[in-house]
């Protein structure tokens, strides 16, 4: 499995950017996707996951209204839009996946096992 982020870049505060995630030799029939960040001197921290059986979307409450996940499946690609952007969304942004997925429900962090490179995002004020 292999995962590539795109779409990382400098914006000012209230600026918007997406994010993609380009999935190769994904073959899991369900599995979780998502995105995490993480800033300097921080924890890594889940920002939006996407349970592809369940269809379970979530996100953490500080981006909930302002930050939207899709996926294009057939083109294994996950997108993150992110709207009216501060500086404490500055961060690397990591894209993730599992190798399978639970029935019902979201995706725990802890099944998280393919990471992308990353992408930095820095939002200015």
């Known amino acids: 499995v292999k995962l590539v982020e795109s779409g990382g870049g400098s914006i000012d505060t209230g600026g918007s950017l997406r994010l993609s995630c380009t999935a190769s030799?994904?073959?899991?029939?369900?599995?979780?996707m998502g995105w995490f960040r993480q800033a300097p001197g921080k924890d890594r921290e889940v920002v939006a996951t996407?349970?592809?059986?369940?269809?379970?979307?979530t996100y953490t409450d500080s981006v909930k209204g302002r930050f939207f996940l899709s996926r294009d499946s057939k083109k294994n690609i996950l997108y993150l839009r992110m709207n009216d952007l501060t500086p404490e969304d500055s961060a690397v942004y990591y894209c993730?996946?599992?190798?399978?997925?639970?029935?019902?429900?979201?995706?725990?962090?802890?099944?998280?096992?393919?990471w992308g490179q990353g992408t930095q995002v820095t939002v200015s004020s």
């Open positions: 030799e994904y073959t899991y029939s369900s599995f979780c």
């Open positions: 993730a996946g599992t190798d399978w997925a639970q029935w019902n429900g979201g995706c725990p962090s802890r099944d998280f096992r393919f």
């Open positions: 996407v349970n592809t059986r369940s269809t379970v979307t």
